[in-house]
């Protein structure tokens, strides 16, 4: 397995890259490779850090079997509505 931080994952495509901790290229991952319970739709955040296995895809590099091992900190990123 691989360690790596995620580098940003896009929630309404289901995509996103990894960048390894073995400073190699960053690592494209869709949320099909992303493992959980459920049948629910799979997310990682920016800043996870995160376990994968490393495969050859279409395009290059490709996670496969990715899984949060620490959730990084969550930023709220809705903006403010004034009152005035």
Do not use: C, L
Request: glycine share 12%; charged share 30%.
């Amino acid at each position: 397995m691989t360690a790596g931080t995620v580098k940003w994952f896009n929630t309404k495509k289901g995509f996103g890259f990894i960048t390894p901790d073995d400073g190699s290229p960053d690592v494209f991952v869709h949320y099909t490779s992303i493992k959980g319970e459920g049948d629910e739709f799979k997310i990682i955040y920016e800043g996870d850090i995160v376990e994968f296995e490393v495969t050859q895809g279409k395009k290059g590099p490709q996670a496969s079997d990715v899984v949060v091992t620490q959730k990084g900190p969550r930023v709220d990123t809705r903006s403010r509505k004034s009152f005035y």
